[in-house]
């Protein structure tokens, strides 16, 4: 059931944000969340472009 969820949020993650999916999976904790506040947009940089991309987590 855990990986459903975390296959789920990175599907939620992938459509708002338009990133790769090689983009999502090296996502941490600490790039949406800062300590238990989950944050309301975050600053992804695109492994293929390496132009950052902001976007908002639902």
Same mark, same amino acid.
């Given at each position: 059931m855990a990986s459903r969820?975390? @296959? /789920?949020a990175l599907l939620d993650l992938a459509i708002d944000s338009k990133l #790769?999916?090689? @983009? !999502? &999976?090296?996502l941490r904790v600490s790039d949406v969340a800062h300590? &238990?506040? !989950? /944050? #309301? %947009?975050?600053? &992804? *940089?695109? %492994?293929k472009t390496? #132009? *950052?991309v902001q976007f908002e987590i639902p």
């Open positions: 969820i975390r @296959d /789920l #790769r999916g090689c @983009d !999502l &999976v090296v300590w &238990v506040i !989950l /944050l #309301r %947009r975050a600053i &992804v *940089p695109q %492994r390496q #132009r *950052p």
